[in-house]
T-cell receptor, first 112, second 113 residues
Framework: GESVGLHLPTLSVQEGDNSIINCAYSNSASDYFIWYKQESGKGPQFIIDIRSNMDKRQGQRVTVLLNKTVKHLSLQIAATQPGDSAVYFC???????????FGQGTRLTINP | DAGITQSPRHKVTETGTPVTLRCHQT?????MYWYRQDPGHGLRLIHY???????DKGEVSDGYSVSRSKTEDFLLTLESATSSQTSVYFC????????????FGPGTRLTVT
């Protein structure tokens, strides 16, 4: 997948609206998922994580939803602000493995 | 950046020269990782460490070696740099087994000419 590059999926939202960023995973043995935010020129920043025994987890202005039936993960950002502009990507850990596998990123752009 | 520093932050080197990148943490986390990030490929794991002197390969380890002689430092070495190793390199740390909750450093931009 692509997390940074010319062909990155993009999402544009109005400031103040809610944003929903989606991620699909393929391995049913994955038991842990994590969302990162990456601003230009910086390292990925941890946002929120969720284990496979949960369907939903909330943080400050963010919610992660996990649908194991269709292997889908989403990140919801409430009341999007200009500072939320970044590339967002998900990662999964396959049970028993010592590493994360990173998925495609989505570039979120906030329109004033 | 969760007590993680990387040095140098930028480097330009010539093909065939050796290069060593350093990752230093002040969190005393057990696990450390080296990734490279490229357009069209995203973040790919090069090597990781699960303790002092304990390391293992990731998905793109060819041309790279690592060493971890103490908890706080994880070194990535390109023995003979090639242009295909031009990339942004990130170090990450975790205290959790299974690669959970990794925190990333600021990155090193390496250009091989």
């Amino acid at each position: 997948g692509e997390s940074v590059g010319l062909h990155l999926p993009t999402l544009s939202v109005q400031e103040g609206d809610n944003s929903i960023i989606n991620c699909a995973y393929s391995n049913s043995a994955s038991d842990y998922f994590i969302w990162y935010k990456q601003e230009s020129g910086k390292g990925p920043q941890f946002i929120i994580d969720i284990r496979s025994n949960m369907d939903k987890r909330q943080g400050q202005r963010v919610t992660v939803l996990l649908n194991k039936t269709v292997k889908h993960l989403s990140l919801q950002i409430a009341a999007t602000q200009p500072g939320d502009s970044a590339v967002y990507f998900c990662a999964e850990n396959i049970q028993g493995a010592q590493k994360l596998v990173f998925g495609q990123g989505t570039r979120l752009t906030i329109n004033p | 950046d969760a007590g993680i520093t990387q040095s140098p932050r930028h480097k330009v080197t010539e093909t065939g020269t050796p290069v060593t990148l350093r990752c230093h943490q002040t969190e005393n986390h057990r696990y450390m990782y080296w990734y490279r990030q490229d357009p069209g490929h995203g973040l790919r794991l090069i090597h990781y460490s699960y303790g002092v002197k304990d390391t293992d390969k990731g998905e793109v380890s060819d041309g790279y070696s690592v060493s971890r002689s103490k908890t706080e430092d994880f070194l990535l070495t390109l023995e003979s740099a090639t242009s295909s190793q031009t990339s942004v390199y990130f170090c990450a740390i975790s205290e959790s087994q299974g690669g959970h909750e990794q925190y990333f450093g600021p990155g090193t931009r390496l250009t091989v000419t």
